[in-house]
T-cell receptor, first 114, second 114 residues
Framework: DQQVKQNSPSLSVQEGRISILNCDYT??????FLWYKKYPAEGPTFLIS?????DKNEDGRFTVFLNKSAKHLSLHIVPSQPGDSAVYFC?????????????FGTGTRLKVLA | DVKVTQSSRYLVKRTGEKVFLECVQD?????MFWYRQDPGLGLRLIYF???????EKGDIPEGYSVSREKKERFSLILESASTNQTSMYLC?????????????FGEGSRLTVL
């Protein structure tokens, strides 16, 4: 039972354009969401997070949008750069559970074309 | 910055061997995690620990055990390795911020079981 889903395994975008990566979740108890970026042969690195009390969080070129009613979040990268080519994972947790258990999606491979 | 070190980047073991994967973090974090990453399946939680000698099963604990004798060290043990445990193993520690936090990952240990 996949509680966090990333339905697009891959995405190609031209350099300078917007990249939009999507993530859906099924557990209504999830209230904290994170995005991680992973290069081959390296561990994932934290990008940006959002709490369910917000619907948008921005950090430089990265913006995460949260639609609680649709149980959907998206990561926007503007403008996209070749160095952004990586696998992106979304993760979700329930802050009230006290376990700090993070559930990850299956990932989306982003390729930014020069 | 937080450093999570996994002792072995690449291992090749034979079916039935006992395998130890070691992970050390340098930030005095209480919570530590072991995930495995497989193509198309994303990151799946094997075990986590919220204190010394404390452990909790994640979503796929079968065939694995863990040890947390010291706060900085969290070990994953495969008692009798099998070919379906060939995978990338990722250790993480959590920098808590209230009821949420940010996971910091090691570089991963790629295990091949022949």
């Amino acid at each position: 039972d996949q509680q966090v889903k990333q339905n697009s395994p891959s995405l190609s975008v031209q350099e300078g354009r917007i990249s939009i990566l999507n993530c859906d979740y099924t557990n209504s108890m999830f209230d904290y969401f994170l995005w991680y970026k992973k290069y081959p042969a390296e561990g994932p690195t934290f990008l940006i997070s959002i709490s369910s009390i917000k619907d948008k969080n921005e950090d430089g070129r990265f913006t995460v949008f949260l639609n609680k009613s649709a149980k959907h979040l998206s990561l926007h990268i503007v403008p996209s750069q070749p160095g952004d080519s990586a696998v992106y994972f979304c993760a979700a947790s329930s802050s009230g559970s006290g376990t700090y258990k993070y559930i990850f999606g299956t990932g989306t491979r982003l390729k930014v074309l020069a | 910055d937080v450093k999570v070190t996994q002792s072995s980047r690449y291992l090749v073991k034979r079916t039935g061997e006992k395998v130890f994967l070691e992970c050390v973090q340098d930030m005095d974090h209480e919570n530590m995690f072991w995930y495995r990453q497989d193509p198309g399946l994303g990151l799946r939680l094997i075990y986590f620990s919220y204190d010394v000698k404390m452990k909790e099963k994640g979503d796929i604990p079968e065939g694995y055990s863990v040890s947390r004798e010291k706060k900085e060290r969290f070990s994953l043990i495969l008692e009798s390795a099998s070919t379906n445990q060939t995978s990338m193993y990722l250790c993480a520690s959590l920098r808590r911020a209230g009821n949420t936090g940010e996971l910091f990952f090691g570089e991963g240990s790629r295990l091949t079981v022949l």
